[in-house]
């Protein structure tokens, strides 16, 4: 079986070099396709960070191993890593964190183990890097949830769950704030929820989420969040466990896998072969088990937990009286200590059963689309406009041209309703939402609402605009703070 492999940039080929090391000792059955990704190839004009020789070998072969990568700062190209998972549409980010002896943390100390794994919806959210500057002083970014996107990923983590005889699963989101969008993630997760009943799945709003997970993570098991927040959590539990150079991190999509090491390229200690090997070799062997090579991945994470428990380390972490060893020989260490069975969290030696690859030639782009339940009627629209005028000036020019299709119903400074009602101690920013609604109640058509974006153009710069929608009965849209 052979798969693609992008050292990185910084540390990563050292890191890569020890971990297929490990790989070969124990006569992991793969082959190996370097292909070319990371800062480097930046820098040779390619602005996703990746040859196109690079893309199509990926493709074919379905998995990519890869190192850290850096995105050169200052020349406005995204994230090399961002678009490995955007593109190939890895829509599940798999980030496990456990507890390993010889790695010291507060709560090892404290004899209070940690077995959590955070699901993190991968391609939407604030992530898609939709921004606009709307004025000299206002800067939007747009935030995607999507139905389909987030049942794609929830429905990986209860099925993730399930397999792993999971006691709770939980999903973190924001959706007393953001009520449409997180509240539409928390609606898919009840939803997939019930065809899962044997699994506990409640919900918790994801600041109090941290704070639980600081004080009790041993009482959290699988939790599933949207991108930005999925971000942060798995972060934060990478603390919980001694710090990103142990949190492994599995892309999973239905066509194209990624697994990496998430922690940064550490270009102050590159090329000294000192650094920390275990993030991306917990990588690998997450790797290993999805390809269906069970007893490999068994044998070289026993290995690494008994090295672990002996105190050998690098020098990022344990008992600084005991030396450290460097790259190669911390991947030395590991391969010496084959068969040996750590004291605690042993893995069982199931059999090897690898997977057939299927290299899919899709003739298309797949395309999500769920059953519109309810018909869709406009009723309204909210126009983003840039004004330094007080609401009230605003307000008498916008009832102008509202016609007799549409009423001003509110205005809103960065989301505080201003007009009708509001303080005159509200500062206000250059950039009002002004928001028009049916007359009558009745449906209206994007050709009403090009009829007023027209006429109100001849008093203000609009900047934007959002059609208000309804299904059936249901509002699609939020109301004003203070509205």
């Known amino acids: 079986m052979k798969i693609a492999v992008a050292k990185g940039d910084g540390i990563g080929p050292e890191i890569m070099d020890a971990v297929l090391s490990i790989f070969k000792a124990n006569n992991v059955p793969l082959e190996y396709e370097t292909v070319d990704m990371g800062k480097w190839v930046f820098d040779k004009g390619f602005s996703n960070g990746m040859t ?48 390993l002896h010889g790695v010291d943390t507060v709560f090892s100390k404290a004899a209070i183990p940690i077995d959590i794994t955070v699901v993190r919806e991968n391609i939407e959210d604030t992530y898609g890097g939709i921004e606009h500057m709307l004025t000299h002083d206002v800067a939007l970014s747009r935030r995607f949830i999507t139905r389909p996107g987030s049942l794609q990923v929830i429905r990986y983590a209860f099925e993730m769950a399930k397999k792993k005889n999971a006691r709770r699963i939980t999903c973190g989101h924001k959706a007393n704030i953001m009520k449409i969008t997180d509240g539409l993630f928390l609606e898919c997760f009840y939803e997939v929820a ?54 492994p991190s599995a892309n999973i999509g239905d066509h194209i896998c990624i697994f990496e090491a998430v922690h940064g390229t550490a270009p102050d200690i590159a090329g000294k072969n000192i650094a920390n090997p275990t993030a991306l070799l917990l990588s690998g062997i997450a790797m290993l088990r999805h390809l269906g090579l069970m007893e490999n991945a068994a044998q070289i994470e026993n290995a690494l937990l008994y090295t672990l428990e002996q105190g050998v380390r690098t020098g990022d972490f344990g008992n600084k009286n005991q030396p450290a060893l460097n790259t190669t020989q911390f991947a030395e260490a590991i391969i010496r200590n084959f068969g040996q069975q750590p004291a605690l969290n042993a893995k069982e030696l199931l059999p090897n059963m690898p997977v057939t690859q299927t290299v899919f030639k899709l003739e ?50 960065r989301g505080t309703q201003v007009w009708p009602t509001g303080s005159i101690y509200t500062n206000l920013v250059n950039q009002y939402n002004v928001r028009f609604e049916s007359l009558d109640g009745s449906g209206l058509n994007q050709q009403d609402v090009l009829g007023l974006y027209v006429s109100l ?3 203000f710069k609009i900047c934007s605009s959002e059609l208000l929608n309804m299904w059936g009965e249901k509002k699609a849209y939020s109301l004003a703070q203070g509205q």
Request: glycine share 8%.
């Open 194 to 247: 019930k065809d899962y009943p044997e699994l506990k799945a409640d919900d918790v709003i994801v600041d109090d989420l941290c704070m639980k997970l600081v004080t009790r993570p041993d009482t959290f098991d699988v939790v599933v969040l949207t991108n930005l927040q999925g971000d942060i959590v798995s972060d934060l539990c990478a603390g919980l466990v001694g710090g990103l150079g142990f949190a």
């Open 52 to 99: 196109p020789e690079a893309q199509l070998t990926i493709e074919n072969l379905g998995i990519l191993f890869k190192g850290p990568m850096e995105t050169p700062k200052g020349k406005g190209v995204k994230s090399v890593n961002v678009t490995a998972r955007k593109t190939w549409n890895t829509y599940a980010n798999k980030r496990v964190f456990q507890t």
């Open 457 to 459: 153009s001849g008093d």
């Open 364 to 413: 298309k782009n797949p395309m999500l689309v769920s059953k519109e339940m309810e018909n869709e009627k406009i009723v309204g629209v909210d126009m983003f406009i840039e004004s330094d005028e007080q609401p009230a000036v605003i307000a008498k020019k916008c009832q102008r041209h509202a016609g007799v299709k549409f009423n001003l119903i509110n205005i809103s400074n």
